[in-house]
């Protein structure tokens, strides 16, 4: 199958594959044993410079006192108290250590204990400055860049501030105990400066409690005045009204109007009552009377002369019935008896009469009585008419009148629990653990900080040996600045004559040295690369060169020198391919930062993939890589196979270089068909190799009819 050549150029951009430059364990141990003097002098000027910094600072003191907020109050206080109870919640503990830490508590501290003539807190009074100094620091000072703010302004804040520097306040643990710390180079200034800004706090709380009592007395008082003056004009006001409105209150605080309403409406009641029952009476008398039935009325039966006659009538009709049975009706005490009933008969009439008529003037009586209350009762309902509507203004003024009144009697017992509270109010904390005299300084720790900067100076060290690694090409044997291009001679040796020497490289199995000649190009090593490329590749009109390097053996930096050797050729512009002639364990494509590829040397032979899709571009350079995907086979059916003489035919036509990394000449036996590919074969081998070793490798060179070119030494 032929080879794919519809890559337009080796110039153009073609398979990357995939991959990242890893650093394991080995290369850390590697570059902490080159770099150990580097490590260790940085630890030591670290180590030495804490020294020196811990032994010019100051000696500090630090003491502390305690403030507890107290829970238990006041119970004579607490009942007129003008402000509320201290909380004790975490938010409110918080808010007193802002004002245990305050620039207006501190102030009073400096002020009382004089501390602005002290230097430890107004640097203005150190006089160990450098002449000229302090002129020029006087002239940059900020005070003269703000309008309106002078140097006393500012040199007052910068106190307070250095004051506030040397405090520190913290709450203690879940409790309402707050730690009050402060920090000097004077262990008794320290406590004093402690208990001081303690008492201050105290006190500031009772002047605050005292303030706002004797500000509420103030203002209660004035507003009571007022209040006074309010009710005494709303209560004329009353008075007037109702002295203008004839509106007339009794005792209880009813109107006049309305005790008559309730009075006639009583009388009312009552006559009507009454009036009801006359005419009930005066309409059964005159019912009975109209019917015969006199007696069957009860006012009639009771009069006391309707019985007297009843009686009478009652003896004469006994002797009547007497006489009769005696003498006849004609008898003369009969018709005497006969008169006298008539006659007592017209005299109970009368008497039923005279009842009855009676009867009616009582019904008559009544009635003229009810019609009476009546129209006394609708002219009082007419007058209380008109007070209501006027009395509906009164109320008004009344309720006003009351209301200034409650309120007027409320700040009255207010003002009356709130003006002698000044000698009951207590701070609601207290100080429960006054600051010692510190005997042991708190600062600096001049021995851990000194232990401390040993291992940090040994991590500083570390990192700045990973940084001179990653800035430079690790050498592990020699400085890359001293690499020298060795004369094209001939070994001396009287046995066996060697090839020439092309050029001397630091021996490195390291195949990150060949980024030196892209990173450095202008270093010696990077120009050993260049004076190695006009040896072994000299410009040839219209001709690629295929350059194939073996080694006696492994491990001699022969993969590093063709990485180096096809980037140097790249930064030339030349058109230059790589191959991996090591099939069963590919060094290249790892050293480029390919982790792995997507197809290799051994697809494009079996034909199952283009050369496009093989041929991966370095990432760092201009030069292609044509590398085994995975371990091969013996590589001697690789070079043997005529797709193989077809690849190379394709790249002498179409690149100017061609670098072969072969595998070592003393342990494969494929440098015989590699040798009839190529133009030229460079050995490269370690200057302390044996004289035996390197005649047995040039020996077996000139078997198999390789063009050995010369010799690369690696030292």
Not at 37 to 50: E, G, Q
Not at 168 to 191: M, Q, Y
Not at 207 to 225: F, G, S, V, Y
Not at 512 to 517: C, E, G, L, S, T
Request: proline share 6%; net charge neutral.
């Amino acid at each position: 199958m032929a080879i794919d050549r519809t890559v337009p150029s080796l110039t153009s951009s073609a398979a990357t594959g995939s991959g990242e430059v890893s650093f394991g364990l080995a290369d850390l141990m590697r570059v902490l044993r080159e770099r150990r003097v580097l490590i260790r002098n940085v630890a030591i000027a670290v180590s030495a410079l804490t020294l020196l910094v811990v032994m010019l600072l100051p000696t500090l003191y630090s003491t502390s006192a305690v403030v507890m907020l107290e829970q238990r109050k006041n119970n004579v206080a607490d009942l007129s108290s003008v402000l509320s109870a201290l909380p004790t919640d975490p938010s409110s503990v918080q808010n007193q250590i802002q004002i245990l830490s305050s620039r207006d508590l501190a102030e009073r501290v400096i002020g009382k204990l004089k501390l602005y003539n002290d230097p430890e807190f107004n640097p203005a009074l150190n006089k160990g400055g450098l002449p000229g100094i302090d002129d020029l620091l006087r002239l940059l000072h900020p005070s003269k860049m703000v309008p309106g703010r002078d140097r006393v302004d500012y040199e007052r804040d910068a106190i307070v501030s250095n004051f506030l520097n040397h405090l520190d306040v913290s709450a203690l643990g879940l409790s309402t105990s707050i730690t009050v710390k402060f920090t000097s180079r004077n262990p008794a200034k320290a406590a004093l400066i402690v208990n001081t800004l303690a008492d201050a706090y105290t006190e500031d709380q009772v002047d605050i409690k005292i303030a706002a009592a004797r500000k509420a007395t103030q203002w209660l008082t004035d507003r009571m005045h007022q209040l006074a003056q309010q009710v005494q004009s709303e209560q004329n006001a009353v008075e007037q009204y109702k002295a203008a409105h004839d509106l007339v209150d009794s005792g209880q605080g009813n109107s006049l109007v309305d005790q008559q309403l309730v009075a006639i409406n009583a009388q009312l009641v009552a006559a009507q009552s009454d009036l009801a029952e006359k005419k009930a009476t005066y309409d059964r008398v005159e019912a009975l009377v109209r019917t015969g039935n006199t007696g069957d009325v009860s006012q009639i039966v009771a009069s006391p002369l309707i019985i007297k006659l009843r009686t009478q009538e009652a003896d004469l009709v006994r002797q009547e019935a007497d006489l009769a049975t005696r003498y006849g009706p004609n008898f003369p005490k009969m018709i005497a008896i006969r008169m006298q009933k008539r006659d007592l008969e017209d005299k109970v009439a009368q008497e039923v009469a005279r009842i009855a008529g009676s009867i009616a003037n009582d019904m008559a009586v009544a009635r003229a009585h009810v019609d009476s209350i009546e129209a006394s009762l609708a002219r009082v309902e007419k007058q209380a008419s008109s007070d209501n509507l006027a009395r509906v203004k009164l109320n008004a003024l009344e309720d006003n009148m009351a209301s200034t009144r409650t309120m007027y009697e409320s700040f009255v017992s207010r003002l009356r629990a709130t003006q002698y509270q000044d000698n009951l109010d207590n701070p609601e904390a207290r100080v429960i653990s006054r600051a010692p005299l510190p005997s042991p300084p708190s600062s600096p720790h001049r021995l851990l900080f000194f232990l401390a900067s040993i291992p940090a100076g040994l991590m500083l060290g570390v990192l700045s040996a990973l940084l001179a690694e990653r800035l430079e090409v690790p050498v592990p044997c020699c400085d890359l600045r001293e690499v020298r291009i060795a004369p094209v001679t001939a070994r001396p040796a009287p046995a066996f004559a060697l090839p020439p020497v092309l050029a001397e490289f630091p021996a490195t199995s390291d195949m990150r040295a060949a980024d030196f000649v892209v990173d450095r190009p202008d270093a010696p090593y990077s120009r050993s690369y260049q004076s190695l490329l006009a040896q072994v590749a000299p410009a040839w009109p219209g001709k690629g060169k295929i350059i194939a390097l073996t080694s006696p053996g492994p491990d001699v930096g022969k993969s590093v020198i063709a990485l180096g050797l096809a980037r140097a050729a790249a930064r030339q512009g030349l058109r230059t391919v790589l191959l991996d002639g090591n099939f069963d364990h590919p060094v290249i494509a790892p050293a480029m930062g390919f982790r792995t590829i997507s197809a290799g040397i051994g697809d494009l032979l079996a034909g199952s993939q283009p050369l496009s899709r093989v041929l991966v571009r370095d990432p760092r350079s201009a030069a292609y890589l044509l590398s085994a995907a995975r371990p091969m086979g013996p590589a001697q059916m690789l070079w043997t196979a005529p797709k193989m003489a077809e690849l190379l035919g394709y790249f002498r036509r179409t690149c100017d270089l061609v670098v072969i990394d072969s595998t070592p000449v003393l342990t494969a036996g494929d440098m015989t068909f590699l040798a009839r590919l190529c133009d030229q074969v460079v050995l490269v081998t370690h200057g302390r190799a044996p004289q035996s070793v390197l005649e047995g490798a040039t020996r077996a060179l000139a078997a198999s009819a390789a063009p050995a070119t010369g010799l690369v030494i690696t030292r």
